[in-house]
């Protein structure tokens, strides 16, 4: 398997413009989760899906954050407009749910966002 | 504050050496995992342990968990240059939410 997958791997961005974050999770995994990396507030978890419905999106910053998962094997995380201050790393994370805890997480290699 | 905070913030050591990091929580929480994230790189899981485990091992990682003091440590024996990294503690609070420390950054020197 490739791991999970995450497109683009840099993106440099006008402030105002929108963005389109994507990630192919791995096959057969049932959780995806999107977190945002800055140095001033560390790994923040975004949102995550069991079975492709989304479970919590209190992390979500506002609603400008939007994130999608039409299927077991694509999820976007959607910026519109978009601000400088939400330049960071964004990571996608796929796991295989097992009752009601978290189990290990695979992680994609991230997006590195650029908003000018 | 955070759910987990890792302890140093950063540490460094010599080839060989032993490396110790801790990280402490404030609820209660179903397991304890602990991750690696090489610079500019996605994170990296390295060991799970569940609250009804005391210590758990693999290869030359040594996890602890004591819930009564709502911490655990992460030990890494023998180091190498390799093993330099950030390392985070996260935890699983049932299912209600994950939460990852801040890391500690580790430098081992050759």
């Known amino acids: 398997d490739a791991g999970v997958i995450q497109s683009p791997r840099h993106e440099v961005t006008e402030m105002g413009q929108e963005v389109t974050l994507r990630c192919k999770p791995i096959s057969g995994h049932n959780s995806l989760f999107w977190y945002r990396q800055t140095m001033m507030r560390g790994l923040e978890l975004l949102i995550y899906f069991n079975n492709n419905v989304p479970i919590d999106d209190s992390g979500m910053p506002e609603d400008r954050f939007s994130a999608k998962m039409p299927n077991a094997s694509f999820s976007t995380l959607k910026i519109q407009p978009s601000e400088p201050r939400d330049s960071a790393v964004y990571f996608c994370?796929?796991?295989?749910?097992?009752?009601?805890?978290?189990?290990?997480?695979?992680f994609g290699p991230g997006t590195r966002l650029t908003v000018l | 504050s955070q759910q987990g905070e890792e302890d140093p913030q950063a540490l460094s050591i010599q080839e060989g050496e032993n490396a110790t990091m801790n990280c402490s929580y404030k609820?209660?929480?179903?397991?304890l995992q602990w991750y690696r994230q090489n610079s500019g790189r996605g994170l990296v899981h390295l060991i799970l342990i569940r609250s009804n485990e005391r210590e758990k091992h693999s290869g030359r990682l040594r996890v602890t968990l004591d819930t009564s003091k709502k911490s655990s440590s992460l030990l890494i024996t023998a180091s190498r240059a390799a093993d330099t990294a950030s390392y985070f503690c996260a935890t699983d609070n049932y299912g209600q939410n994950f939460v990852f420390g801040p890391g500690t950054r580790l430098s081992v020197l050759p």
């Open positions: 609820t209660s929480i179903n397991n």
């Open positions: 994370a796929s796991s295989l749910l097992g009752g009601s805890s978290y189990n290990e997480q695979f």
